[in-house]
């Protein structure tokens, strides 16, 4: 359909996504409000519209977080220096991004202070202290925090220096339970990206180098994102016993014996929000998929003759009639814009439905609906609104997840040989599936010579046999490869 004119004046702000995915990206997120830069270098700030998607992904997981047995606490801020280095694995790995404290109350601290990384540290700490006999487990706690990572180069959203997040930490009398906790909220965080955020992902675990820092396993959610690149995007970590010994979490189990608590520790962030925008948007703007979108019906009244008494207030009962069915909607009836503008900035903002109305439609007892993914218009009588707008939603919020299930489809590798893997690494393929020997040594290769890493190993059924691309030796695992964020 051809945009009106002052439409494309609005948009033109916006960087096509052909021409320049990454300004393009940028450009998004400064036109629709979502974050802005700050005074303090890498840390962004989240303006209201971006706050209000994070609130509604917060609180999609929230609520499964309890639903399977989980509770919210919250840790300090600060760990001692002391604490961090308990675990030596976890001190490396952190270390070149940790911030410091070393003056307060106009003193120098005996002890630095470290501005958490994350919480392993100071949460297995009291672990210690609360954990006496096997019926104090399991301890399933899960904290809604900042974080803060000293990062050299930031884009908001996919990596600032302090973003927020969630981070479970879990502690079980068993290995098997730790590990059934691992990938249960690797499940959970499938689950709720997929049916909430439209966002296919695929689950695997991943290599050693790629693990997190003091972890036994680590496993992950990948996702594509709409330039090719795949976007890591919630991680589940299986601790064994690394933290409970460097923390001494100890239990005495049901045969009397003294043991290690067996750890598992989980996150997803602010990192979603960057995932939502380029999963979804296109060449106007943000795309949301209606279940965590802060409007997600916008009516848009048409101000012609006497509007205000004839439009007006039946665009107002629309309104509360949507209200009160649990429609999140946004009533524009700003007077300081034409209807032309607002099209043009909601679809820009990326709210799923618009609401026509105008005078004759008043007349005519209907409005029209334009879907804001195919921008297909739907005149659609007012009496029946009540159930036709909670099923275009449903369906819009299928057709984005479809339509990304596709996406990734069509940039969706298996290939077999090196100089195949060169070649079609040399563009944006996508997930790139091959055989790999399990070396660490392929996989830095690899990435040397194309950026692509391992984004993880599946889970499920594997191809057995072939040769690994880099070396020619045995396969022991089918890899996912690509470039990522
Ligand atoms: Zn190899």
């Keep these: 359909m051809p945009k009106k004119p002052e439409n494309d004046a609005l948009v033109t702000e916006i960087t096509p996504r052909s021409q320049d995915f990454s300004r393009w990206y940028l450009d998004v997120v400064r036109r629709a409000e979502l974050a802005d830069y700050s005074p303090v270098k890498g840390c962004m700030v989240i303006r209201p519209y971006g706050y209000a998607i994070w609130e509604l992904i917060q609180q999609a997981f929230d609520r499964r977080f309890k639903a399977t047995g989980h509770v919210n606490a919250y840790f300090p801020l600060f760990i001692p220096e002391g604490l961090l280095q308990k675990e030596a694995d976890h001190v490396e790995g952190f270390s070149p991004q940790v911030a410091y404290v070393t003056h307060a109350g106009g003193e120098a601290l005996e002890e630095k202070l470290v501005v958490r990384p994350t919480s392993e540290a100071i949460i297995g700490t009291m672990y210690a202290k609360w954990v006496q006999s096997w019926r104090d487990l399991p301890i399933l706690i899960n904290q809604w925090a900042n974080v803060v990572r000293w990062e050299k180069v930031t884009r908001p959203f996919l990596r600032t220096t302090e973003f927020l997040w969630q981070e479970g930490h879990t502690a079980h009398e068993t290995e098997a339970e730790a590990e059934e906790e691992t990938l249960k909220m690797l499940g959970v965080y499938q689950e709720v990206v997929e049916?909430?955020?439209?966002?296919?992902?695929?689950?695997?675990?991943?290599?050693?180098?790629?693990?997190?820092?003091?972890?036994?396993?680590?496993?992950?959610?990948?996702?594509?994102?709409?330039?090719?690149?795949?976007?890591?995007?919630?991680?589940?970590?299986?601790?064994?016993?690394?933290?409970?010994k460097a923390f001494e979490i100890k239990f005495q189990a049901r045969d009397k014996s003294l043991q290690y608590v067996w750890g598992t520790s989980w996150g997803v962030s602010t990192r979603l929000v960057g995932g939502l925008i380029m999963t979804h948007g296109d060449d106007s703007g943000l795309i949301l998929p209606p279940r965590v979108a802060p409007y997600q019906v916008v009516i848009v009244p048409i101000p012609r003759g006497n509007w205000q008494e004839t439009v007006l207030p039946k665009a107002q009962a629309i309104r509360d009639e949507l209200t009160a069915k649990g429609i999140r909607v946004m009533l524009d009836d700003r007077d300081s814009q034409t209807p032309g503008w607002k099209y043009a900035e909601w679809e820009m903002r990326g709210v799923p439905l618009r609401l026509e109305i105008g005078p004759r439609d008043v007349e005519n007892g209907q409005v029209v609906l334009v879907r804001r993914d195919t921008r297909e218009k739907t005149p659609t009588p007012m009496a029946e609104l009540a159930t036709r707008v909670p099923a275009l939603l449903d369906d819009l919020q299928r057709a984005l997840f479809e339509r990304a299930v596709q996406f990734r489809q069509e940039h969706t590798t298996r290939v077999d040989s090196w100089d195949e893997f060169k070649a079609v690494m040399e563009g944006r393929p996508g997930f790139v599936i091959a055989p790999w020997c399990g070396s660490a040594a392929c996989e830095a290769e690899v990435k040397a010579e194309t950026q692509a890493t391992i984004r993880n190993l599946p889970l499920g059924e594997q191809r057995s046999g072939g040769a690994c691309i880099k070396c020619g030796k045995a396969a022991v695992a089918e890899a996912y490869f690509a470039k990522a964020y």
Excluded: C, W
């Design 195 to 244: 049916s909430e955020l439209a966002m296919p992902v695929l689950t695997g675990r991943k290599t050693d180098s790629e693990r997190f820092a003091g972890a036994l396993r680590t496993y992950s959610i990948e996702a594509l994102m709409g330039d090719g690149r795949a976007l890591q995007a919630g991680t589940s970590h299986n601790l064994g016993q690394n933290f409970a």
